[in-house]
């Protein structure tokens, strides 16, 4: 079974700039989550989607957004980039109601570098 | 809100020995389960163990175990006969049992350094 795929992999922007990101769950899983990590801040907690529903959000600004679509697949983008913008941005998919203590799969992550 | 706290940045271990990783939290809840995830250097993040809150007896996966405190809110992961291939950095987590919530809360890590 094909694990939680990330693209792109690597990315530069620059300020002012607006990106979109995808990630592909692992079949079967309808819960995608989005964590930024960074060296200063660790993970953060982006948004969670369920159903196409956001579900959950962390405190981001509002240039932060996402989106799940039918096939469970998601997308986030950040508009108006920020040098501080630049992270890891990792996504991660759950089996969700089945699987009650909600194991989280990760990729391995889209490395945004903000000039 | 939760928080989790990690309070030893780097840890070095001799293969074959054993090391202890900490991790603190704080929340108001009773209900929850804690993680470990273990991020080698090529990023990918893995579970390495997870207890549930209402379980006293810990969580043991091969050499991995915990020792789960929860009056004292502690939850501490043991690596026994360390390998090589220990050697990343380890997140200890938290997510609420309560409701659709599949937010985690992550401390700031533990990167572990495996020597031969």
């Known amino acids: 079974k094909a694990g939680v795929t990330q693209t792109p992999r690597y990315l530069i922007k620059t300020r002012g700039q607006q990106v979109t990101l995808s990630c592909s769950p692992i079949s079967g899983h309808r819960s995608v989550s989005w964590y930024q990590q960074t060296p200063g801040q660790g993970l953060q907690f982006l948004f969670e989607?369920?159903?196409?529903?956001?579900?959950n959000k962390g405190n981001f600004p509002g240039r932060f957004s996402g989106r799940q679509f039918s096939n469970s697949r998601s997308e986030m983008n950040v508009s108006t980039l920020e040098l501080g913008d630049s992270a890891l941005y990792l996504c991660?998919?759950?089996?969700?109601?089945?699987?009650?203590?909600?194991?989280?799969?990760f990729g391995e992550g889209s490395r945004l570098t903000v000039l | 809100a939760q928080t989790v706290t990690q309070s030893q940045p780097e840890m070095s271990v001799q293969e074959a020995e054993t090391v202890t990783l900490s991790c603190t939290y704080d929340t108001s809840e009773s209900d929850y389960y804690l993680f470990w995830y273990k991020q080698p250097p090529s990023r990918q993040m893995i579970l390495v163990i997870r207890q549930e809150a209402y379980k006293q007896q810990n969580a043991t996966e091969n050499r991995f175990s915990v020792n789960f405190q929860k009056a004292a809110k502690s939850f501490s992961l043991k690596i026994s006969d360390s390998q090589l291939g220990d050697a990343a950095m380890y997140f200890c987590?938290?997510?609420?049992?309560?409701?659709?919530?599949?937010?985690?809360?992550f401390g700031k890590g533990t990167l572990l350094t495996v020597n031969p």
């Open positions: 987590a938290y997510r609420s049992a309560w409701g659709s919530n599949y937010k985690l809360t």
């Open positions: 991660a998919s759950s089996l969700a109601g089945e699987d009650v203590a909600g194991e989280l799969f």
């Open positions: 989607y369920f159903s196409e529903t956001q579900r």
